[in-house]
């Protein structure tokens, strides 16, 4: 996920609606003033216990209130405790009280705003400083003073709950917005992924099977040239050196279309099934040599099975042209609702080439028949390199 999302809400997706949140919820904006008007109260409080020249005991309020307001965004239990004493020792002991008490409401707010559990905490507080303040008045328990000094922590309590509960639903909501654009981009990336995969297995199927088409031909009329054709001769072989820098290239072209991790099914219908036969007839003109037996009646396929069935013999046979030794023996036919594709061709055992190493061909079968549903077995032994592949048929489709 990039981290910008996090920050720079312009940099999500445009259809992604990046939350709004109030400017003065916004970072830590509202907890400095509300401090700061905690610390004016507590400032002026002194100012005035200065003036009127309050004795030392008076002041001992103003001390627990100041060492609450430091501690209570690090240990918020503490600060609101130390402000909620800071407050009862005022009214008990100070001529002067109310900024201090008013400092306790404060630390209330900042309280609620940080965490839970903010029921028993406002409960403690308002309580105390409500019966102090009672205690105070002679015991009245309508005592306007102690009224609002409770109905001032309650609200303040029910103040930074809201803003805590608005903060949480921001965060909640901001976190939604990234995980869609983080969401859309993969799903991005994974169409641009398939799509490359696409053409790197058309390119592979159709580009390389008819280059190799050609080199065969070529081939063919080079070993078929009489002995003076000299000119003839020099023209097929630069043919071919073309033919073999047109293969490499494409080589290097797949390689990049497929610096991918993932893979995709191919869906197009460009050749099916039932243009085998006449697949056959071209590679069996241009010089190959096949055994083919095919059933007469094949199994009813969905287009992409079908069209999976089709490349796979096509890249079968176009390697048996490349590397095979004597015919390559195609057998198709169909049992227990399965399309059966079997492909096998004598060859030398020995180690495989560069080309053959870096080769798609073999990639590209196992991937167009896991995608079709079915299974596929290569073989290779000292003098026969087999091919069996199984797809279901409409009859095994659930």
């Not at 001032?152 to 909640?172: H, I, K, M, N, P």
């Not at 020995?350 to 073999?362: K, M, N, V």
Request: proline share 5%; with cysteine; aromatic share 6%.
């Amino acid at each position: 996920m990039p981290d910008d999302w996090a920050m720079n809400p312009d940099t999500l997706p445009p259809d992604v609606a990046w939350p709004k949140q109030s400017w003065f919820l916004r970072g830590p904006m509202l907890s400095t003033a509300v401090m700061i008007a905690a610390i004016t109260a507590l400032v002026t409080e002194l100012c005035v216990m200065l003036f009127a020249g309050e004795e030392s005991l008076g002041y001992v309020g103003i001390g627990l209130s100041a060492a609450g307001l430091l501690v209570i965004f690090r240990a918020r239990w503490v600060g609101l405790a130390l402000t909620t004493v800071g407050g009862v020792a005022s009214a008990l002991y100070a001529t002067e009280y109310i900024g201090v008490w008013t400092v306790t409401v404060f630390a209330m707010f900042l309280f609620a705003k940080q965490g839970r559990y903010v029921i028993p905490a406002m409960a403690i507080s308002a309580s105390s400083l409500y019966l102090t303040l009672v205690h105070r008045d002679d015991g009245q328990f309508d005592a306007p003073v102690a009224l609002v000094a409770a109905t001032f922590c309650v609200a303040a309590a029910a103040a930074g709950s809201v803003v805590r509960l608005q903060t949480e639903s921001w965060d909640a909501a901001r976190k939604r917005a990234i995980d869609l654009a983080a969401a859309q981009s993969v799903e991005l990336r994974q169409a641009v992924t398939d799509e490359r995969l696409r053409i790197a297995r058309d390119l592979h199927d159709v580009v390389g099977h008819e280059l190799a088409v050609v080199n065969i031909n070529v081939g063919v009329a080079e070993v078929s040239l009489p002995s003076d054709a000299g000119s003839a001769r020099e023209a097929l072989r630069a043919a071919r050196e073309g033919l073999q820098r047109t293969l490499q290239e494409t080589q290097q072209i797949l390689d990049l279309l497929r610096d991918v991790d993932s893979w995709t099914a191919d869906r197009s219908e460009l050749a099916l099934l039932e243009h085998i036969p006449s697949l056959v007839a071209r590679l069996t003109g241009a010089g190959a040599q096949i055994v083919a037996q095919l059933d007469p009646d094949p199994p009813e396929l969905d287009a992409d099975v079908s069209a999976a069935a089709y490349r796979i013999v096509q890249e079968a046979l176009t390697n048996a042209g490349k590397y095979a030794t004597g015919p390559a023996r195609l057998t198709i036919g169909k049992a227990d609702k399965q399309l059966i594709i079997d492909i096998r061709n004598p060859q030398t055992l020995r180690p495989l080439s560069g080309e053959e190493r870096t080769g798609y061909g073999l990639v590209g079968m196992r991937e167009r028949t896991q995608a079709a549903g079915g299974t596929i077995e290569i073989t290779r032994s000292e003098d026969t390199f087999g091919v069996h592949v199984e797809l279901p048929t409409k009859a095994n489709t659930p």
